[in-house]
Nanobody, 123 residues
Framework: QVQLVESGGGLVQAGGSLRLSCAAS????????MGWFRQAPGKERAFVAA????????YYADSVKGRFTISRDNAKNTVYLQMNSLKPEDTAVYYC????????????????WGQGTQVTVSS
């Protein structure tokens, strides 16, 4: 069983930065792509970013491109989401997920999910 635990969320002013971390259990972390999704109040969960198993390929939602950076450290079984120039519309619960294999922009491409971490951006 794979467990994913997110951390690093919190309250930040608009224009600020946060770095989210997602620690994964298991010895196969480096074999799978990872992703970040977010769910704002009253909205469906939406894709934010994804990274290939090696870290060589990354993908972003248009709304965060140029502001967010996804990365991973396979030696630490951890994936990160660096969020800069935060906006109030970035307020959401952020979830990390392990893919079924390859990178994906849709929820169905992911098999395991963390419990989420709240990010609140004040104006």
């Amino acid at each position: 069983q794979v467990q994913l635990v997110e951390s690093g969320g919190g309250l930040v002013q608009a224009g600020g930065s946060l770095r989210l971390s997602c620690a994964a259990s298991g010895r196969t972390f480096s074999s799978y792509a990872m992703g970040w999704f977010r769910q704002a109040p009253g909205k469906e969960r939406a894709f934010v970013a994804a990274i290939s198993w090696s870290g060589s390929s990354t993908y972003y939602a248009d709304s965060v491109k140029g502001r967010f950076t996804i990365s991973r450290d396979n030696a630490k079984n951890t994936v990160y989401l660096q969020m800069n120039s935060l906006k109030p519309e970035d307020t959401a619960v952020y979830y990390c997920a392990r893919s079924r294999a390859l990178t994906s922009r849709v929820e169905s491409g992911y098999e395991y999910w963390g419990q989420g971490t709240q990010v609140t951006v004040s104006s």
